[in-house]
């Protein structure tokens, strides 16, 4: 059973690790930035630690699953995702800050699961593709048109 401080920390490590992908789209100017990352990434782990508790009090009682919790986190994220992505003539804005809030929940449920390194090395992957592969996306698309 996890306790209510260790619960606290791995809500102050899902504000910290969301927070660090907000920032980069803040810099970016998407319409999900700082604040909302580290809402869906707490809100995730707090779903995911409220999931757990609950399993735990009601274990040899009924049957509890928490992955039940955790997985309507992942269909519901994606309707806040839906509201990030715009069409704009001919093209669609606001995909990969839909991917981005989507990456992110999961970050939030797997701190609440205490996986800290993996969701560690989920945060450093996602900031790969959103900063270093902008720039492989840019010369591929330059040979595109060339």
Known sequence: MVSELQMLLRLLVAALLGGIVGVE??????????????LVCVGSCLIMLTSMHVCDIYQGVAAADPSRIAAQVVSGIGFLGAGTIIRSRASVVGLTTAASLWSIA????????????????????????LLALTKVQGRLARKKTK
Do not use: D, P, Q
């Not at 390194?117 to 945060?123: E, K, L």
């Open 25 to 38: 789209r803040e810099i970016h100017e998407k319409a999900a930035g700082f604040r909302t990352h580290i």
């Open 106 to 129: 999961g970050v939030g449920l797997a701190i609440g699961s205490g996986l800290f390194i993996v969701a560690t090395g989920a945060v450093v992957t996602i900031l790969i593709c």
